[in-house]
Nanobody
Framework: QVQLVESGGGLVQPGGSLRLSCAASGRTFSTYAMGWFRQAPGKEREFITAIRGSGGTTVYADSVKGRFTISRINAKNTVYLQMNSLKPEDTAVYYC???????????????????WGQGTQVTVSS
C-alpha cells in the first residue's frame, strides 16, 4: 500500500511558475513509476508526465512539453512537478499517481496507476 500526498498548488499569474510535490509513504518508492495527471472542471483526467522508478527516463504530454519538468528524489520518497510558463488552460486539479512495481514502464493511461493522491488545485489567472 502506498499513500500519496500532493502539495504546492495555488494561484499564479499567467507566465508564472509553481512546483508541486508528491510525498509517498513506504520504503520501496524506487520500485514505482510515478505520474502526474490533471483534471479541469467538466473535462476528463489528462496525462501530463511520468518518470521511471529509477528516475532518468521521462515522458511528457505535448501540451506541457518544454514547460513542465518531472523529477524525483527516491531518498526522500518524493516526486516533483516543476511548472513554468503557466497558462490559464493549465488550471486544474493536479494528481500524482504510482504504478505497480517494478516501475519500468511509463503509462500514459490512468489505468496503469494503482495509487493516487487527493489532488492539489492549480489556478492560473490574472
Amino acid at each position: 500500500q502506498v499513500q500519496l500526498v500532493e502539495s504546492g498548488g495555488g494561484l499564479v499569474q499567467p507566465g508564472g511558475s509553481l512546483r508541486l510535490s508528491c510525498a509517498a509513504s513506504g520504503r520501496t518508492f524506487s520500485t514505482y513509476a510515478m505520474g502526474w495527471f490533471r483534471q479541469a472542471p467538466g473535462k476528463e483526467r489528462e496525462f501530463i508526465t511520468a518518470i521511471r522508478g529509477s528516475g532518468g527516463t521521462t515522458v511528457y504530454a505535448d501540451s506541457v512539453k518544454g514547460r513542465f519538468t518531472i523529477s524525483r528524489i527516491n531518498a526522500k520518497n518524493t516526486v516533483y512537478l516543476q511548472m513554468n510558463s503557466l497558462k490559464p488552460e493549465d488550471t486544474a486539479v493536479y494528481y500524482c499517481a504510482a504504478s505497480r512495481p517494478p516501475g519500468n514502464f511509463l503509462y500514459r493511461s490512468s489505468a496503469g496507476y494503482e495509487y493516487w493522491g487527493q489532488g492539489t488545485q492549480v489556478t492560473v489567472s490574472s
